[in-house]
């Protein structure tokens, strides 16, 4: 074989493999993180992508493991978390505000917007899965269902996308603070606090399953993009910031329940036996023999549906002037009042007359 075909011949290798390559990426953009190769699994013969690194028994990944030190022996969280009761936990409900002026409007107009995008980029179809199934529930099972994988990536995106107003809103709190010479009247802590509880979710699930870079890369660019955004109407409205948030903690109320939902009717088997991770069980205080994946999916709910609640009273008071309400003393402690736990539920925020 002389030079000349030599050359020939290991251009054409160098091509096929760049193809290759080549399709492979696209493979795994369009189908969000699938490999057409090594993330296949073969159950009863039949081949199933994983496009998470998953854990072998559920099995949970180290995904962050803990820095040991010569000093350090554990990191506390910074905040503790208040204990709900599952009576609490199973009281919470779906639950919407109507709108009631153009603030309420404008909240909610961008709310939809963002579900949309949302639903797009994790998809769900869950009012096109409805429809069909009044037509041909087969057909809806097979190009809608939802399963463990397609919930993991919802979560996980919704969480990161979550922790961004509380911070936000927080840090322009503190500055505004700054520069009045004045206090806040109670209101950072809350909001940084709900940020924080927010991350925890998403380090939670992040010790179930690891993303792939087209996961990050959406992280990435919903959070660069959602920071800005929302951070320009923060300084324009915290009013209706607070709205928007309210209207998005529903929505995260509506897609726990329905998981749970799906739990319960036996659509999400992989989920039924698995273990809470020891981040959780921590973090929640969680009690000996209630300590399931549908046990954690009840805590985050509870904890969406305080969120929901907290910034629906938000969006309800003077922004400038009047108190937190949910870290002041109150004169008749006995009388129902907001609070950090979940005892007295108001789904929909308390009205200003109520609390001020």
């Known amino acids: 074989m002389t030079s000349l075909q030599l050359t020939s011949r290991a251009r054409l290798l160098t091509s096929e493999r760049a193809s290759t390559q080549i399709s492979k990426s696209i493979y795994v953009l369009v189908n969000n993180g699938y490999t057409p190769d090594h993330s296949v699994k073969r159950l009863g013969g039949a081949q199933q992508c994983r496009p998470f690194s998953s854990s072998r028994s559920m099995l949970i990944k180290e995904f962050f493991p803990t820095k040991e030190t010569q000093k350090v022996r554990q990191t506390e969280a910074a905040w503790s978390h208040p ?129 792939g870079w087209f996961m990050r890369l959406a992280v990435l660019g919903a959070q660069g993009f959602f920071f800005n955004a929302f951070f320009v109407a923060y300084l324009i409205s915290p009013r209706t910031c607070h709205r928007f948030v309210g209207y998005l903690e529903e929505e995260a109320v509506v897609t726990y329940t329905r998981e749970l939902a799906d739990i319960d009717a036996g659509k999400l088997p992989k989920w039924e036996q698995m273990n809470a991770p020891e981040i959780a069980v921590k973090y929640w205080n969680m009690p000996e023999g209630h300590r399931k994946m549908r046990d954690l999916l009840l805590y985050i709910r509870a904890d969406e549906s305080k969120h929901r609640e907290v910034n629906h009273t938000l969006g309800n008071l003077d922004q400038d002037n009047d108190p937190n309400p949910y870290v002041s003393k109150y004169k008749n402690p006995d009388q129902p009042h907001p609070s950090k736990g979940i005892e007295h539920q108001r789904p929909t925020g308390w009205e200003r007359n109520d609390v001020i």
């Open 83 to 211: 204990i709900y009761t599952e009576k609490q936990m199973n009281e919470v409900a779906v639950a919407h505000r109507d709108v009631q002026n153009w603030s309420d409007r404008t909240a909610l107009a961008a709310i939809r917007t963002m579900r949309w995008g949302f639903d797009l980029i994790t998809g769900y179809r869950h009012d096109e899965a409805v429809a069909l199934a009044k037509k041909d529930p087969k057909e809806a099972k097979q190009k809608y269902a939802m399963n463990e994988h397609k919930y993991m990536i919802r979560n996980i995106f919704l969480e990161s996308v979550a922790g961004v107003p509380g911070m936000v809103a927080g840090m322009l709190r503190h500055l505004h603070s700054m520069r009045r010479m004045k206090r806040d009247n109670g209101w950072i802590e809350t909001l940084l606090e709900e940020s924080y509880n927010e991350r925890m979710h998403l380090l939670t699930f992040l010790k179930m399953a690891e993303p």
